[in-house]
């Protein structure tokens, strides 16, 4: 039977346990939500969002009648249609009672790899879905992102949130075979990178006109657009910006499809390529971008690149290489007013989102490496990358004073870099030469 001091007893137990279940509440509802493109306490000036709020929409293109060069026979590819989704990042009207915050949907795993099955997983981003463009009197310059192989168009959301909050259309791509969920031989990316970015520029550039019917009419200025590439995004923006694959390369991919003849047009010399040069590119953003150790490029071909361009790279890079790789690029382009941003010790990993939570589990192991940095906090590097491509870009696409935080010592560790918290520019290098 229960006595006075029994009941006592349970009632302050219910007692306790609300005010623990209250206080867990009001815990978890004052802990901030960090995501991807969040500034660290530490972040350089350049790398805080800008004044305007974002809207994220899906695109899908279809690049018809293409070579498809993963069957072909006797040197001949048959013909069949690429489709090219594309996720578009822009100035927004958010309204007062919507919040910008979105779900993005990707996967984790290859498709061709039963060892890494795919594994659906949701990340949270700042932008609203489908939301209605901000009214201006003039278009945004247009950024176009190429991801890596394997990667996907929302690879590095930390970034393409953060340009479309200062004032730019950012479209990145879904490059077909190339992604987690359809990965095919690399010949096709070999080929397709340059062809797939050129495509989309022109589909957005239809799509901003005046009256096109699309939400990106008025929008976009694709007479002003930037390039950025990741990898194998980077060799694809390269070669778009008029760095031609040497004659290795197209005797090299030659022996992989049968003796096809397309990847020639691509090459250094090539009367077809020499027209793909687009004028309305004005800028280039690579992040580690691959092919100089396997002789896809050569100094010859290296000539070519004449527009200014922002190489950034880990010194220990060992999908790319650095000194026989990306600093070679960067060595041997010697007509473009060019840039090398270096992070000491790190490798390959520069430009991607954080290690999603889902790769820390068990038997995740290869999907967390594809994403994280040895000796770097990838957030870090998220926020140091904001603030350099901020500056590029708004010097060459928007005629932004922000020469000061590209005009400092190559060493880091040596004076503390303009725009950085002091004590905090470490760890890092900045190269500059000029044509």
Not at 80 to 86: A, G, I, M, P, Q
Not at 127 to 133: C, E, I, K, T, V
Not at 233 to 237: D, E, N, T
């Given at each position: 039977?229960?006595?006075?001091?029994?009941?006592?007893?349970?009632?302050?137990s219910?007692s306790?346990f609300?005010c623990l279940?209250?206080?867990?509440?009001?815990?978890?509802?004052?802990?901030?939500?960090?995501?991807?493109?969040?500034?660290?306490?530490?972040?350089?000036?350049?790398?805080a969002?800008?004044?305007?709020?974002?809207g994220?929409?899906?695109?899908?293109?279809?690049?018809?009648?293409?070579?498809?060069?993963?069957?072909?026979k006797?040197?001949?590819?048959p013909l069949?249609?690429?489709?090219?989704?594309?996720e578009?990042?822009?100035?927004?009207?958010?309204?007062n009672?919507?919040e910008?915050?979105?779900t993005?949907n990707?996967v984790?795993g290859?498709?061709?790899?039963?060892?890494?099955?795919?594994t659906?997983?949701?990340f949270?981003?700042r932008?609203?879905?489908?939301?209605?463009?901000e009214?201006?009197?003039?278009?945004?310059?247009?950024?176009l992102?190429?991801?890596g192989?394997?990667?996907?168009?929302?690879?590095?959301?930390?970034?393409?949130?953060n340009?479309?909050?200062?004032g730019?259309?950012?479209v990145?791509?879904?490059h077909?075979?190339?992604?987690?969920?359809?990965?095919?031989?690399?010949?096709?990316?070999?080929?397709?990178?340059?062809?797939?970015?050129?495509?989309?520029?022109?589909?957005?550039?239809?799509?901003?006109?005046?009256?096109?019917?699309?939400?990106?009419?008025?929008?976009?200025?694709?007479?002003n657009t930037?390039?950025?590439?990741?990898?194998m995004?980077?060799?694809?923006?390269l070669?778009?910006a008029g760095?031609g694959?040497?004659?290795?390369?197209?005797?090299?991919f030659?022996?992989?499809?049968?003796?096809?003849?397309?990847?020639?047009?691509?090459?250094?010399?090539?009367?077809?390529?020499d027209?793909?040069?687009?004028s309305?590119?004005?800028?280039v953003?690579?992040?580690?971008?691959w092919?100089?150790?396997?002789?896809?490029?050569?100094?010859?071909?290296l000539?070519?690149?004449?527009?200014?361009?922002?190489?950034?790279?880990?010194?220990?890079?060992?999908?790319?290489g650095?000194?026989?790789?990306?600093?070679?690029?960067?060595?041997?382009?010697?007509?473009?007013?060019?840039?090398?941003?270096?992070?000491?010790?790190?490798r390959?990993?520069?430009?991607?989102?954080?290690?999603?939570?889902?790769?820390?589990?068990p038997?995740?192991?290869?999907?967390?490496?594809h994403?994280?940095?040895?000796?770097?906090n990838e957030?870090?590097?998220?926020?140091?990358?904001?603030?350099?491509?901020?500056?590029?870009?708004?010097?060459?696409?928007?005629?932004?004073?922000?020469?000061?935080?590209?005009?400092?010592?190559a060493?880091?560790?040596?004076?503390?870099?303009?725009?950085?918290?002091?004590?905090?520019?470490?760890?890092?290098?900045?190269?500059?030469?000029?044509?």
């Open positions: 039977m229960l006595n006075k001091n029994s009941f006592r007893l349970i009632g302050f219910i306790l609300i279940i209250f206080n867990q509440q009001i815990f978890a509802q004052s802990e901030p939500e960090f995501l991807n493109g969040d500034l660290l306490p530490n972040a350089p000036e350049l790398s969002r800008g004044n305007h709020k974002v994220v929409r899906t695109l899908e293109f279809i690049h018809g009648n293409q070579p498809d060069i993963l069957h072909s006797g040197g001949v590819a069949y249609d690429r489709n090219l989704k594309v578009v990042w822009y100035p927004a009207q958010i309204p009672d919507k910008e915050l979105v993005y990707s984790l290859v498709f061709s790899d039963p060892g890494r099955p795919l659906p997983f949701e949270k981003g932008a609203l879905r489908d939301a209605n463009p009214k201006s009197e003039q278009k945004f310059p247009l950024v992102v190429s991801h192989y394997l990667g996907s168009r929302l690879l590095l959301t930390y970034l393409t949130e340009l479309a909050s200062k730019y259309v950012v990145a791509i879904d077909k075979e190339s992604t987690y969920s359809d990965a095919g031989g690399f010949q096709s990316t070999l080929l397709n990178r340059a062809k797939d970015i050129l495509f989309i520029l022109d589909e957005i550039s239809k799509s901003s006109v005046e009256n096109s019917g699309s939400f990106l009419s008025g929008l976009a200025d694709a007479n930037g390039i950025i590439g990741y990898s995004g980077g060799y694809g923006v070669n778009v760095v694959y040497s004659q290795k390369a197209a005797g090299l030659a022996s992989m499809t049968e003796g096809s003849k397309e990847f020639e047009v691509l090459t250094t010399g090539n009367a077809d390529y027209k793909m040069r687009d309305r590119i004005k800028a953003v690579a992040f580690a971008p092919g100089m150790q396997r002789g896809v490029w050569d100094n010859e071909g000539k070519g690149l004449k527009l200014p361009t922002l190489f950034i790279a880990g010194d220990q890079d060992d999908i790319s650095y000194e026989d790789g990306i600093k070679a690029i960067y060595n041997g382009a010697i007509n473009s007013d060019r840039f090398l941003l270096t992070y000491k010790n790190a390959h990993n520069i430009a991607p989102n954080p290690p999603p939570a889902l790769t820390y589990l038997g995740k192991e290869k999907d967390y490496a994403y994280a940095e040895p000796a770097w957030r870090r590097i998220n926020n140091i990358n904001q603030h350099f491509v901020t500056a590029f870009l708004g010097i060459h696409l928007k005629e932004l004073e922000y020469q000061k935080f590209l005009d400092v010592q060493n880091s560790n040596e004076k503390n870099w303009v725009g950085f918290p002091p004590r905090y520019s470490v760890g890092l290098e900045l190269l500059h030469e000029k044509p």
